[in-house]
């Protein structure tokens, strides 16, 4: 007999999470040599210059002042009417799309990410992202039997590479007549690079020139999990998405992870965008069968935070000075290691906004092990060294890019 | 063109939650008419005899007082060790099976289960549950392209229908050589029913005779989110799924939604045992894979409520006490209503634990509506009607039987 019980989509390799195996040793190196002497950037969590998790006292004393009973009760399906209300003020502030909107929450932006990729493609369906992208996306693909075509991110300029994209989404959707494609900026995870508008404005005029078919079916999924850190001109580029033609769907998946540094309990939403008041319903009534399906219903007290957050003034003003503190910090750490990559001759990608600088470079894994005799853990990707200013301070932010430039010069000559 | 932009496997009706909108009537006639002239048994959360949502204080003391790091962290993927192995203490106390076991965390119960039905079946493929089963089980068939197949749950003695469940079980093994079978005991939701020992070695001789041919693939999914309203010694059939062959696969899921009345925090975990440890082992990674791809990592903050609650002594007495004095409040509210049926010949199906307690009908939807005109709310289901005794004081549950059988004689004649 086969010693496999699950189905034969469901076998996959037995390996820890590598990224969780880092932050390991980057714990034993800091009980080893002390927490000054690490530069810890495995996780992509905002850490204080102490070393300490941040977490918004706005809202975690308001989380620990709901009753009881807030906590406790379930949830709709879908989300509190007054949470998908509040979740879609918060999300488009003074850049909300014309059009039909629906929001329904989901556990994290990786519920929204998985529905959408999920709902709005058929199973062994191709969709389409950039090649710096959330590693997750793949997980999925291949968790629900589809694929994940990827093309290059960056232009020779350094811009977004349009041209890239016009190539691959005309290809698949010529060939699928439906097409997926995934978009996450601003503040992309891992490059730290966010679309501008002008790119935006070349991109749909790609997708818009597709959809003159009346038979193709687009679905842009907007993964903004970090948009809270781009700063708030970044958001004028939902503006786009009213007014679009019927077979454009436009799909937000909407986080409290980062911007409410609620990570751990796992809120978030899914909005969507048509011009097509059956098809935003259509939206939500699948949605709502899939959380049903998958987890009945979300975390209320993390949605009644949210909530609250933004309808009570004073609440929300604080809530917002915490968030723009922090933001600075992080600007001023990419600022640091940006300069000093500079400084050093250390070539990263565009950086823009958010969590994360990346070092394109070859034999990522091991340039990561080389720097960890300098006591610098970064994560290795395949095509790079991801290096989370989020999690560092200022001050080892400028001291990185020499040690990274030194362990790259050794590995790749 | 179509309107629809979903994929085709995703096209539901555009309809809201039957239950929801009952309890949302419910609490309009509560309103108009005052709490204490209606009678609210939509809902299956336990609230007090005040109609308040009952909320631990042992379970949120507990909560509120974790430091913010502790809620506001990424859990790991598969959930945090000490909550791991907490949760298989908690599960099976004294009874233990002897086995590899290995757990997984999931949002509730019901992410467990989907996982069961993902994991653990091939797409198209038939699962079988009883005929009075939790509706979900349909849902996710739907959502994921499976099928369900019912078999009568009730023999004529009123004990578990094991004649049926094995002429079900049988045709289906024998044609597809792989069966996912769901059991939703004890404390069985909708009927209250729990299996009994000796009905479990019954269906456990089926399974075992199966699994004879090494070829087939067996996996047993227990659903035991009641589990903590059913007394201790309701546990001891735990015991029987140590040292089975290597095919027979059993899951159980757990849920933290009732037992720590937290159920809007998303909680809970799918236990696996099996003889043979790769087989355990390809649970823990396959279900892993599958919760990075839905929901990326659970609610931390639940998770180390229920360590906590395990870990220390004084914590787990108080937890202990509040969670039995709500279960004997339980056992007199279904008592009053079990009493006061036989008075009135209302018949009930046998319940022996739990939140529910099914009266079996013909068009329940109608008798549901005559019900509203007596202000008693009571969730109709396709054979039945479900009258949540968590939700109802003992007063009531005395006096509501009478009604019932009212409204049944002048709808059904």
């Known amino acids: 007999m086969s010693k496999s019980m699950v189905g034969s989509h469901a076998v996959w390799p037995h390996e820890d999470d590598p990224i969780f195996g880092l932050a390991k040793r980057a714990g ?4 080893k040599f002390g927490k000054e002497k690490v530069i810890d950037s495995t996780l992509g969590s905002l850490v204080d210059d102490d070393g300490n998790l941040i977490c918004f006292d706005s809202v975690y004393d308001e989380l620990k002042n709901l009753p009881n009973s807030e906590i406790a009760a379930y949830a709709q399906v879908a989300g509190q009417g ?3 209300e509040s979740v879609i003020e918060v999300l488009f502030k003074e850049y909300k799309p014309e059009g039909h909107i629906r929001a329904v929450a989901t556990p994290g932006g990786t519920g929204a990410v998985r529905h959408g990729i999920w709902n709005y493609t058929e199973p062994g369906d191709t969709f389409i992202v950039g090649d710096w992208y959330w590693s997750p996306y793949q ?3 291949d968790e ?7 093309y290059p991110f960056f232009n020779e300029k350094g811009g977004y590479n349009v041209e890239a994209f016009k190539e691959n989404f005309n290809s698949i959707i010529d060939s699928q007549k439906r097409v997926l494609t995934i978009f996450n900026t601003p503040a992309n995870n891992p490059t730290g690079y966010s679309i501008s508008d002008e790119e935006w404005d070349e991109i749909l005029e790609i997708i818009k020139e597709k959809a003159k078919d009346k038979e193709n079916k687009i679905t842009i999924l907007l993964d903004v999990a970090y948009i809270d850190y781009a700063g708030n001109d970044r958001r004028s580029f939902f503006k786009k998405f009213g ?3 019927d077979n454009i769907f436009v799909m937000i998946a909407f986080s409290m992870s980062k ?3 609620m990570y751990g309990m796992r809120s978030g939403a ?3 965008i048509s011009s097509n008041e059956s098809i935003a319903d259509e939206f939500y009534y699948s949605l709502s069968h899939a959380n049903r399906s998958n987890w009945s219903n979300g975390v209320r007290g993390a949605m009644k935070v949210l909530t609250n957050l933004y309808r009570d003034k004073d609440k929300k003003a ?3 000075a915490e968030l723009e503190s922090i933001r600075k910090l992080l600007v001023d750490r990419a600022k640091a290691f940006v300069d000093a990559s500079k400084e050093v001759g250390l070539v990263t990608l565009p950086y823009r906004d958010g969590f994360f600088v990346t070092i394109p470079c070859e034999n990522s894994k091991d340039v990561s092990e080389e720097l960890i005799k300098d006591n610098l853990f970064a994560v290795p990707l395949k095509k790079g060294l991801r290096f989370a200013v989020c999690a560092v301070s200022k001050e080892k932010c400028a001291k990185s890019p020499a040690l990274i430039k030194k362990a790259l010069d050794k590995i790749n000559g």
């Open 28 to 31: 034993e190196a800091k009980e």
């Open 243 to 245: 007014n679009l033609p």
């Open 82 to 84: 007054d949470f998908l």
């Open 318 to 320: 604080k809530y917002e």
């Open 270 to 272: 899914a909005i969507g």
């Open 259 to 261: 911007g409410y540094t």
């Open 144 to 150: 629900f039997e589809r694929k994940l075509k990827i």
């Open 139 to 141: 997980t999925m693909a």
